[in-house]
């Protein structure tokens, strides 16, 4: 299945916007504007024209504690009624979104905050899933995977299902160039940290 990740940006917490990481991935991104937002940087409107067809802006108009988030937490509201299989990642700092994304996990809903692009998986390149992994590995070492399909599997939970099969090949290789693992002939993975 093609997921679609949609991006909730919380732009009264979070200016960077690398929406060039966007380009020919299944996201969809939603700038959250405040009363604040009147006008927005060149590069930042030039972005916006560019992926016009993946990113819309959510004027409110509004200001004061919270209103941005509220606003926030009704669009995803909104949209988990439209696409339930859908990624739902808010971009935030703001650590009161997190009882927002117990709910969502509560129901069944993927859901994720996270404070920068890099962060979010689907936009990652290979070498920051290169070192998410490993830092997963390590936490995990109980439950590391001992065979490549296994590995494969696991690979796309931690990603939310989210990596293309030539995503997960150049990832495994990525492992293996940067030794945290090595492969038997027979599938099986080795870890070398």
Do not use: C, W
């Given at each position: 299945?093609?997921?679609t990740n949609y991006i909730y940006v919380d732009f009264e917490n979070v200016?960077?916007?690398?929406?060039?990481?966007?380009?020919?991935?299944?996201?969809?991104?939603?700038?959250?504007?405040?009363?604040?937002?009147?006008?927005?940087?060149?590069?930042?409107?030039?972005?916006?024209?560019?992926?016009?067809?993946?990113?819309?802006?959510?004027?409110?108009?509004?200001?004061?504690?919270?209103?941005?988030?509220?606003?926030?937490?009704?669009?995803?509201?909104?949209?988990?009624?439209?696409?339930?299989?859908?990624?739902?990642?808010?971009?935030?700092?703001?650590?009161?979104?997190?009882?927002?994304?117990?709910?969502?996990?509560?129901?069944?809903?993927?859901?994720?905050?996270?404070?920068?692009?890099?962060?979010?998986?689907?936009?990652?390149?290979?070498?920051?899933?290169?070192?998410?992994?490993?830092?997963?590995?390590?936490?995990?070492?109980?439950?590391?995977?001992?065979?490549?399909?296994?590995?494969?599997?696991?690979?796309?939970?931690?990603?939310?299902?989210?990596?293309?099969?030539?995503?997960?090949?150049?990832?495994?290789?990525?492992?293996?160039?940067?030794?945290?693992?090595?492969?038997?002939?027979?599938?099986?993975?080795?870890?070398?940290?």
């Amino acid at each position: 299945m093609n997921r679609t990740n949609y991006i909730y940006v919380d732009f009264e917490n979070v200016q960077e916007t690398d929406l060039d990481r966007i380009a020919n991935k299944p996201v969809k991104v939603r700038l959250i504007l405040g009363e604040r937002h009147k006008s927005l940087p060149v590069k930042l409107v030039k972005l916006i024209q560019k992926f016009s067809e993946q990113v819309r802006l959510v004027e409110t108009g509004l200001n004061g504690k919270n209103a941005l988030d509220f606003v926030l937490a009704y669009e995803i509201g909104v949209e988990t009624e439209t696409d339930p299989n859908g990624y739902f990642h808010i971009l935030s700092r703001d650590k009161g979104f997190d009882a927002l994304i117990r709910h969502l996990k509560a129901k069944e809903i993927l859901a994720a905050r996270h404070t920068a692009f890099s962060e979010i998986p689907v936009l990652m390149n290979l070498s920051e899933r290169v070192k998410l992994l490993t830092a997963h590995f390590k936490a995990n070492q109980a439950s590391r995977p001992k065979k490549r399909k296994t590995l494969e599997s696991q690979m796309q939970s931690v990603f939310g299902k989210t990596l293309s099969l030539g995503e997960v090949e150049d990832t495994i290789q990525g492992l293996v160039t940067e030794k945290i693992i090595t492969l038997s002939e027979k599938g099986e993975v080795v870890y070398k940290i």
